[in-house]
T-cell receptor, first 113, second 113 residues
Framework: DQQVKQNSPSLSVQEGRISILNCDYTNSMFDYFLWYKKYPAEGPTFLISISSIKDKNEDGRFTVFLNKSAKHLSLHIVPSQPGDSAVYFCAASAGAAGNKLTFGGGTRVLVKP | DAGVIQSPRHEVTEMGQEVTLRCKPISGHDYLFWYRQTMMRGLELLIYFNNNVPIDDSGMPEDRFSAKMPNASFSTLKIQPSEPRDSAVYFC???????????FGSGTQLSVL
């Protein structure tokens, strides 16, 4: 039972354009969401997060949007750069579960020069 | 701080052998997590500890898997006996109390032949 789903396994985008990554969740107890970025042969690194009391959080070129009613969040990268080519994981946490994170399957992004 | 340190980086073993993966979390972090990454299941949580105490081991696939945290600076994940389907990348992560951001190690690439 996948509680966090990333339905697009891969995404290809031209440098300078917008990358939009999507994530859906089923557990209504989730109240904190994170995006991680992973390069080959490295561990995932934190990118950006959002609490359920917000619907948007922005950090430089990265913006995360949360739609609680639809149980959906998205990550926008604008403008996309070749160095953004990586696998992106969506993760969610429920307050009662402490620091435990449930991850989606990941989306591989390729930014073409 | 050096970050989360995992060893070995790569492990190749034969079916039936015992495998031990090691992790040193970031000093001062209260939580330690073991995740496994596979193509089919993405990043799945195996077990996590809070102050060296196992809190949730529901993700441990079978009795062949065991994890220990004898002190705040060291944890092991053991597979005995190993099977080819255990081949995956195993990540250790740690996080401080009150912050839901996990810091990952570089992972151990395990291949069971």
């Amino acid at each position: 039972d996948q509680q966090v789903k990333q339905n697009s396994p891969s995404l290809s985008v031209q440098e300078g354009r917008i990358s939009i990554l999507n994530c859906d969740y089923t557990n209504s107890m989730f109240d904190y969401f994170l995006w991680y970025k992973k390069y080959p042969a490295e561990g995932p690194t934190f990118l950006i997060s959002i609490s359920s009391i917000k619907d948007k959080n922005e950090d430089g070129r990265f913006t995360v949007f949360l739609n609680k009613s639809a149980k959906h969040l998205s990550l926008h990268i604008v403008p996309s750069q070749p160095g953004d080519s990586a696998v992106y994981f969506c993760a969610a946490s429920a307050g009662a579960a402490g620091n435990k994170l449930t991850f989606g399957g990941g989306t591989r992004v390729l930014v073409k020069p | 701080d050096a970050g989360v340190i995992q060893s070995p980086r790569h492990e190749v073993t034969e079916m039936g052998q015992e495998v031990t993966l090691r992790c040193k979390p970031i000093s001062g972090h209260d939580y330690l997590f073991w995740y496994r990454q596979t193509m089919m299941r993405g990043l799945e949580l195996l077990i996590y500890f809070n102050n060296n105490v196992p809190i949730d081991d529901s993700g441990m696939p079978e009795d062949r898997f065991s994890a220990k945290m004898p002190n705040a600076s060291f944890s092991t994940l053991k597979i005995q006996p190993s099977e080819p389907r255990d081949s995956a990348v195993y990540f250790c992560a740690s996080s401080p109390l009150g912050r839901k951001k996990l810091f990952f190690g570089s992972g151990t690439q395990l291949s069971v032949l």
